[in-house]
């Protein structure tokens, strides 16, 4: 019997959970087990819905990161660097777009990996509309690496506006979770730089944070919606609605209705759809955000030795009108679902169709404020909630994934090692 090569495509948290888990799994097997290989572009993993919290730098990029070559080692898995590049389906490999240096350098060319189950978890990026001047001008917070250049920008622009006693000003576009967090977390960042010496500085912050729907979160009930924007507005955050921004310039956004929105500093956090590159493998059916089509078990509809999970998949539910949205709830319990029954997979054996519970939303504004709905299940059904109990659902979500990453005893231990870090470490990236 010959040895299983199982590839995922993507270490984010479907992928990474995916590989980690049957990492363990399979790590102590004979040498007839299974082989994990994790393909990714960047060399660590950071859990999406804290990006915009890098980003801002009120966390510490090098405390929440996980080094895919340290968790292959740890769980078993190899870890390959680079890009999906293409498909062959008839051969069963993947191409591996070229590995550059920085300055240019060739460092690996283009190479191919066989697979056996390929599981494509890319996951998804900003979808700019093809709006002009957005690739140019607008920073994005899709990645570990988009993220930590987005701060580092940031704290220049803030360094120089305290320097020459100037205002800086900076325009997010989308009114989503993203959005939101990211201007609150803006705002704290400017509040605790004051208490470092950074007198006044504010006051010279101005974010303008623009959706071009009726309402802020519209995944959220009105009633989140309604509150998380009279919280915004009254830590001084301009929100603008039903403003569709009709193109970005390097100081500033044009919008439908004639009027320009000057801003130092662009950020697009609007839409959501997958990488380029699914929507030219081999064939594989796509919907028009290249998300993969996938059937009740996850499998892709013309394949079904290839599954795709999270962000880059699109499912659409029995007695449901619209697919699953791009969330780390749906990546997570897709992963939990094909880690479940992966064993069966392997033997080519028929497994359940995949259900997904609605466990509610969360949205935090850093340390001012959280709300939460309950979603369809429990005491609570359709319900939510505000204040420190959402602060506190929001970070177990957290910590409940560095635990399906590292086991129970590692994320603790990871989870006392933040603790022990906010106490004498400053509470800003000041670097």
């Not at 004051?194 to 006044?200: K, L, P, Q």
């Not at 994934?401 to 090692?417: C, E, K, T």
Request: glycine fraction near 8%; aromatic fraction near 6%; charge should be neutral.
């Amino acid at each position: 019997m010959k040895q299983e090569n199982i590839v995922v495509v993507g270490g984010g948290i479907a992928g990474l959970e995916i590989a980690s888990s049957l990492g363990r799994k399979f790590k102590s097997g004979n040498s007839n087990s299974p082989s994990i290989t994790v393909l990714d572009r960047d060399s660590a993993h950071i859990w999406k819905p804290m990006l915009h919290t890098i980003a801002a730098g009120t966390r510490d990029i090098s405390q929440q990161q996980t080094t895919y070559a340290a968790q292959a080692r740890d769980c078993g898995f190899t870890y390959q660097p680079g890009e999906l590049n293409g498909l062959d389906r008839t051969g069963k490999h993947i191409s591996i777009a070229a590995l550059y240096a920085p300055d240019g350098r060739l460092l690996i060319p283009e190479r191919t990996l066989p697979y056996d189950k390929l599981i494509l978890a890319v996951g998804s990026q900003a979808n700019d509309f093809d709006t002009p001047g957005v690739k140019e001008h607008c920073y994005m917070i899709d990645s570990r690496v988009q993220a930590d250049a987005f701060n580092r920008e940031v704290r220049l622009r803030m360094f120089q506006c305290l320097g020459l006693d100037q205002e800086l000003s900076i325009a997010i576009v989308g009114g989503g979770a993203t959005g939101v967090e990211l201007a609150a977390e803006l705002i704290q960042l400017a509040e605790i730089a004051e208490s470092y010496g950074a007198v006044g500085l504010g006051s010279k912050i101005h974010i303008t944070l623009i959706q071009s729907g009726p309402r802020l979160l519209d995944a959220f009930p009105e009633s989140i919606s309604q509150a998380v924007r009279d919280k915004l507005e009254a830590l001084g955050i301009k929100v603008l609605t039903d403003t569709r921004v009709l193109s970005a310039s390097v100081d500033g956004l044009n919008t439908a209705d004639g009027n320009f929105i000057p801003a130092a500093m662009l950020v697009w956090a609007a839409g959501v759809k997958a990488a380029e590159v699914m929507s030219q493998l081999d064939g594989l059916e796509c919907n028009r955000n290249n998300q993969l089509i996938v059937n009740n078990r996850l499998q892709t509809t013309l394949d079904d030795s290839i599954y795709a999970v999270g962000d880059c998949a699109s499912l659409t539910l029995p007695g449901s009108a619209r697919p699953l949205p791009p969330t780390a709830q749906v990546a997570h319990q897709q992963a939990v679902y094909l880690i479940r029954h992966f064993n069966k997979i392997l033997k080519e054996q028929k497994i359940p169709d995949f259900r997904y519970r609605n466990l509610g939303a969360l949205v935090a504004l850093g340390e001012y404020d959280a709300y939460a709905s309950l979603g369809q299940f429990g005491l609570f059904k359709n319900g939510f909630i505000r204040g420190k109990i959402a602060q506190i659902s929001h970070a177990m979500l957290y910590r409940s994934h560095q635990s399906n990453l590292h086991g129970f005893w590692r994320g603790s231990l990871l989870w006392m090692v933040d603790q022990l870090n906010k106490k004498v470490r400053p509470s800003i990236r000041l670097d």
